[in-house]
C-alpha cells in the first residue's frame, strides 16, 4: 500500500483496501479466475494507473479497461474522411488537441496540418463557431468526437449557430452513445466481466436509469464512480458487495456530481440535434448497431457530411494490432506484439496508444504492475 | 476532453445568449451556462458557484471543497495542465487571458 499514504484520505484508503481484501478472501473459494470489474471511462484507466490502484488490489480482483476513450475507438476511415475534409482548400478544420495525432491510413490531421491543410486546435466547438464568424469566406468543420459528456457542447453550438444564422459553420459529427456499445459488450459470448465500474461524467450527462438494463438483464453490477483514488476503490467496494451478496443493482458513488435524471437541459440539446444512425464502426469492436448519432434533418445544413463528399471507406486495422481484444478485455496491452516495439506513444499504431486514456498509452507509462510490461 | 475542470463563475457575459465568465485557476473565458441555470432565473443567480467545465461549456455545479478536489487529482493525473493550457491557447475567446 505504498501509495495510499498520498491519498486525499488515506485512513479511508487504508480501510477500503483491507475490506476489499476481506472480501476476496471470502469470495477465493470455489473461484478459479480473478473477478474482472471493467471500468468504462478512460478517465478512470488514467486515474487507476496514475494512483497506482491496480497493485493495492488482491490476485482475485482485476480491473479490465473498457472502451470508454473516445479517441481510441475511432476507426481510421474516419480519420481519413477527416483528413479528406482538411485538405480542401475552402476549409478550416478545427479540433480538440487529442484527435490530432491519432493514425488514419495514410496519415494523421497532425500530419496533414505539417503538409499545409487548415488544420486548428480548438478548446471548444465554440471557439470553432467564432472561427466561422470571424472567417466568413472559409468553411469552418469541427470534428465532433466523444460519448455523452462532449455531445450536448456540440448539440448547443450547433443551436447556437441556427440562432445566429452562421451558414459557414459546419459540423463532422462522430459522437458514440455509452449504451448500445455496452450492450454490445454485454451480448458477447465470451464476455467475462463480472461488474462495471460506470462512467462519471456521461453519467452526469444521462443520469443512472439507462444502465438499469445491465442489472435487469445482464445481472451485473454497475456502480458510477468519480475520479480520487478514493472514489474508485469505494465503488469498487461496492461492486464487490453486490457479487458477495448474489446481487446486480445499479449505484451511484459519485451522486455529488451525477443526478439520477442526467441534466434536463443537456439531454434536451442532445434530443433535438442528434438522432440515433443505424449503425457506426469502431475501432477494434466492428459495427455496433445504434452506436453513433448523426445530426438530425432540421439542422442537415450543418452536417459537414451533407455538405462535403467525405470518401467513408472502411480502412481494416493492422492485422498484427489486437486493440479489438484490449478493448473487449479479452488480452491485456503486453499481449499485443507490436506492444511497446511496433507501437509506442510517439508513433502509435493503434489509437490506444494515443490518448493518455488510452490503456496501451497507460500500461507503457506506468507499467502493467502484474505484465511488468514497461 | 472528457474530465472537464472546475472553475468559479465571476460574471455575467451575456444574458440572452446564455454567457457567463469563468476563472478557473486564474485563466478566464465565457462558457455556456445553458445546462447549469435555473430556468427563468437571471444568471447573475450563478455568480460565486463552482461548476465542472467541460470543452467550453458548465456542466455541473459543485461545491467548493468538491472542486478544490478535483482541481487535485486533475494535477495529480497530469490532467490539469493539458486542460489548462488548450483553455488558454486554443482559445478564441478574447476573455482568456489571465486575471489581473
Not at chain 1, 507490436?338 to 496501451?360: I, Y
Not at chain 2, 488558454?88 to 489581473?100: H, K, N, R
Request: a negative charge; proline letters at 7%.
Amino acid at each position: 500500500m505504498r501509495f495510499v499514504d498520498e491519498f486525499r484520505d488515506p485512513a479511508l484508503a487504508k480501510t477500503l483496501v483491507t475490506e476489499i481484501e476481506a472480501i476476496s478472501a471470502r469470495l477465493e473459494r470455489g473461484r478459479d479466475r480473478p473477478f474482472a470489474i471493467m471500468e468504462v471511462c478512460g478517465g478512470h484507466t488514467h486515474a487507476i494507473f496514475r494512483y497506482g490502484l491496480e497493485g493495492l488490489l488482491p490476485d482475485l480482483v482485476e480491473f479490465v479497461h473498457g472502451p470508454g476513450c473516445p479517441v481510441c475507438v475511432l476507426p481510421m476511415g474516419r480519420v481519413d474522411d477527416c483528413v479528406a475534409i482538411a485538405e480542401r482548400d475552402e476549409v478550416i478544420f478545427a479540433t480538440f488537441g487529442d484527435a490530432m495525432r491519432v493514425p488514419g491510413s495514410k496519415k494523421s490531421l497532425l500530419q496533414a496540418k505539417a503538409e499545409g491543410a487548415d488544420v486548428r486546435m480548438v478548446y471548444s466547438p465554440l471557439d470553432a463557431l467564432t472561427l466561422a464568424k470571424r472567417n466568413p469566406g472559409r468553411q469552418v468543420v469541427f470534428f465532433g468526437l466523444g460519448f455523452e459528456t462532449t455531445m450536448p457542447s456540440t448539440a448547443l453550438t450547433v443551436l447556437r449557430a441556427a440562432r445566429e444564422g452562421v451558414q459557414n459553420f459546419s459540423l463532422f459529427c462522430n459522437h458514440i452513445t455509452i449504451i448500445p456499445t455496452l450492450r454490445a459488450l454485454l451480448s458477447q459470448a465470451d464476455f467475462g466481466i463480472d461488474g462495471f465500474i460506470g462512467p462519471g461524467h456521461v453519467s452526469m450527462v444521462i443520469g443512472t436509469e439507462p444502465y438499469r438494463f445491465i442489472a435487469d438483464e445482464f445481472a451485473k453490477p454497475l456502480v458510477v464512480a468519480g475520479f480520487e483514488p478514493i472514489d474508485l476503490l469505494q465503488s469498487l467496494l461496492m461492486v464487490l458487495r453486490q457479487i458477495e451478496a448474489g446481487e446486480a443493482r445499479i449505484e451511484n458513488q459519485y451522486a455529488r456530481v451525477v443526478p439520477t435524471q442526467g441534466n434536463p437541459a443537456a439531454l434536451k440539446a442532445v434530443h433535438e440535434v442528434y438522432e440515433p444512425r443505424p449503425t457506426f464502426e469502431w475501432r477494434g469492436l466492428g459495427s455496433i448497431a445504434g452506436s453513433g448519432v448523426c445530426l438530425r434533418a432540421p439542422y442537415a445544413a450543418f452536417d459537414a457530411e451533407k455538405r462535403f463528399s467525405v470518401p467513408d471507406v472502411k480502412v481494416a486495422d493492422p492485422a498484427q494490432c489486437r486493440c479489438g481484444a484490449v478493448l473487449t478485455g479479452a488480452a491485456k496491452p503486453w499481449a499485443c506484439p507490436e506492444f511497446g516495439t511496433g507501437c509506442t506513444p510517439e508513433t502509435p499504431l493503434g489509437a490506444l496508444m494515443v490518448s493518455s486514456e488510452g490503456a496501451c498509452a497507460a500500461y507503457y507509462q506506468y507499467g502493467g504492475l502484474r505484465g511488468e510490461a514497461a | 476532453m472528457c474530465l472537464g475542470i472546475p472553475g468559479r463563475i465571476v460574471a455575467v457575459a451575456d444574458e440572452e445568449a446564455m454567457l457567463c465568465v469563468v476563472d478557473v485557476s486564474g485563466v478566464r473565458r465565457t462558457v455556456d451556462v445553458v445546462c447549469v441555470a435555473t430556468p427563468d432565473a437571471p444568471l447573475d443567480t450563478l455568480v460565486g458557484r463552482w461548476v465542472l467545465v467541460h470543452v467550453g461549456f458548465a456542466m455541473s455545479v459543485i461545491d467548493e471543497d468538491e472542486a478544490a478536489a478535483t482541481l487535485k487529482v486533475l494535477t495529480e493525473i497530469g490532467e490539469a495542465a493539458a486542460e489548462m493550457e488548450a483553455l488558454a491557447s486554443g482559445s478564441l475567446d478574447p476573455l482568456a487571458t489571465p486575471a489581473a
